[in-house]
């Protein structure tokens, strides 16, 4: 294997060059002038070449001199591209970022706001991988999560990206006409209700307020979904009562395929929040961050 060449003495060389003397190109990179002459000898005799022509009163190259001059120069340029290229990765969003979110968050929120990357960082591409189950998102590789509140696990960074959730209780207008019209949360004993199972297996009883003070309801019914979307689709087709966020039943609400009951005991809860690791993050899960939050 061939000797490497000693790249700093040709880099002095180029400076030298560059320059016009050996004195403006000391000053210009904070050397001595004598160790820059000494490596300039030491590159001649290396080479057996001359390579300047020293006078009193200016400095010029010999032919073989003129020549390494140009292909160090193009070489030293080609370095500096290259780094350049290197430093716009770091600069432009680029790779791929999953994320851990509810069937309700990517239709209502992930997908709405985050289409605009296509257009504004082309580069970057975005898993959204749909589960309702607790997910350790650092143990199954994913960069950031979606859930609702601000409650996440320690080491954790938590970022708004909707405002507060207004629940609501729907169901079709048939579904009333057979059991009637509650006026309570208590009447809810009377209906076949659309159950939400949680993470760890349990059925989620449905938060309401009344008269200042928390109440709850477990739903009864025949049919458990562990998804949001999937309970107010279930509602449409008349399976029961569903407990579920407003701005997925809003439109169903406004052609009344669907009616709101309960409304001043709806819950209000804090909205969903992006959550990820403090560390690293990556330029690209920053601009999806940066779209996000409000």
């Known amino acids: 294997m061939a000797k490497r060449e000693n790249y700093n003495e040709l880099f002095l060389f180029m400076a030298v060059v560059q320059e016009g003397s050996f004195t403006a190109a000391a000053k210009r990179l904070g050397m001595a002038q004598s160790g820059i002459s000494r490596s300039l000898r030491e590159l001649e005799q290396r080479l057996g070449l001359q390579l300047l022509v020293r ?135 009377l209906h076949p209700c659309i159950a939400y199972q949680l993470g760890g297996g349990n059925i989620y009883a449905w938060e309401l307020n009344e008269n200042g003070n928390a109440v709850t309801h477990k739903p009864q019914g025949q049919w458990v979904f562990a998804d949001s979307f999937m309970e107010a689709k279930a509602a449409r087709l008349g399976l029961g009562l569903a407990y579920v966020p407003v701005e997925l039943v809003t439109e169903d609400i406004e052609q009344g395929s669907l009616i709101r009951a309960l409304q001043r005991y709806s819950l209000r809860m804090d909205g969903s929040f992006l959550y990820y690791p403090h560390r690293n993050v990556s330029p690209a899960l920053r601009a999806i961050i940066d779209i996000l939050k409000i």
């Not at 073989?64 to 370095?79: D, I, P, R, W």
């Not at 600069?91 to 979110?101: E, K, L, Y």
């Not at 296509?118 to 960069?143: G, H, M, T, W």
């Open 55 to 189: 006078t009193t009163r200016k400095l010029s190259l010999t032919q073989a001199g003129e020549q390494l001059y140009q292909t160090v120069q193009s070489g030293f340029k080609a370095l500096d591209t290259g780094l350049a290229t290197l430093a716009d990765y770091r600069n432009t969003p680029s790779g791929t970022v999953r994320i851990n979110a509810s069937q309700h968050a990517i239709d209502k929120v992930l997908l709405p706001k985050l289409a605009i990357i296509k257009q504004r960082y082309p580069d970057i591409r975005i898993e959204l991988i749909s589960e309702n189950r607790f997910v350790d998102i650092i143990a199954e590789r994913f960069d950031a999560g979606v859930r609702l509140g601000p409650e996440v696990g320690s080491g954790m960074v938590a970022v708004r990206i909707t405002p507060d959730m207004e629940m609501a209780v729907v169901g079709t207008p048939e579904h009333f006409r057979r059991y009637g019209f509650p006026q309570t949360p208590a009447d809810l004993a």
